[in-house]
């Protein structure tokens, strides 16, 4: 069944939980997506949830004292399910209720929070999943439309005179700072925007890793809460 990832070469489209952990990535394919159509009243959820911080992570406990009609009942029954499935094979999911990221404004020429075009890095073999219930949803972008932000030359010549250090030390210090993870968008990128209720897997960039990690950013959330499941 065709839908908007399935000619995608970046993306591969799975019909099962299943196929998700267990297909390989390869080639210029580092993103996988679980495709769902999901019934129930999320935005009931967001509703009947408390914010206590700009991140509020929920617990299954906090799921399960929530009063929700049949659709919402429906909407609560599928993420505690996501969050099964994901516990058992191995992962450590989290139920987050955003109004928004902390913002990195510090330094005016490269942003290094979630908003910025970026990607995930482990020292051990991992993936990164997310699915997006409710709200704003994360955008990815190939690996060849994008430039590296510390190979720019104006920004990398404003990083040297950042680190005031050994230059044997630089490539150091960009790591230790994670400007390396941080990408600029080339003129006529095409994003790739992730959609309501599916559960994607990206790469991420770990040593035994075989493709390219996966680009992507977080959405701005504007005037609504977003629902999110990530590990």
């Known amino acids: 069944m065709k839908n908007a990832f399935t000619d995608n070469t970046q993306i591969k489209v799975v019909p099962s939980f299943a196929e998700l952990v267990n297909s390989d990535f390869h080639g210029v394919m580092n993103a996988m997506c679980w495709h769902r159509n999901l019934l129930g009243d999320f935005k009931e959820i967001v509703d009947k949830l408390e914010l206590k911080e700009n991140i509020t992570e929920v617990s299954i406990k906090d799921l399960l004292a929530l009063q ?37 404004d510090e330094l005016d ?64 210090f960009l790591a230790e700072y994670f400007f390396d993870l941080h990408y600029q968008p080339k003129p006529n990128a095409k994003p790739v925007n992730l959609g309501l209720g599916h559960l994607w897997r990206l790469a991420v960039d770990h040593p035994t890793q ?18 999110l499941l990530i590990c």
Not at 117 to 128: C, F, G, K, W
Not at 216 to 225: G, I, K, L, N, W
Request: aromatic share 8%; charged share 25%; glycine share 4%.
């Open 68 to 104: 929700l009609s049949e659709k919402g009942n429906l909407a609560r029954e599928i993420i505690l399910t996501d969050l099964q499935l994901l516990t058992g094979f191995g992962a450590s999911p989290a139920l987050n209720l955003l109004k928004n990221y902390q913002r990195d």
């Open 109 to 172: 020429f490269i942003s290094t929070d979630v908003y910025s075009y970026h990607v995930d890095r482990s020292p051990i073999a991992t993936d990164t999943f997310l699915c997006t219930y409710y709200g704003a949803t994360s955008d990815i972008l190939p690996n060849d439309q994008v430039e590296q932000k510390i190979l720019i030359p104006e920004i990398r010549e404003k990083l040297k005179a950042l680190h005031d250090g050994a230059e044997a030390e630089f490539e150091n």
């Open 210 to 227: 075989q493709v390219l990690p996966c680009i992507h950013r977080a959405p701005h959330e504007e005037d609504q809460y977003r629902l």
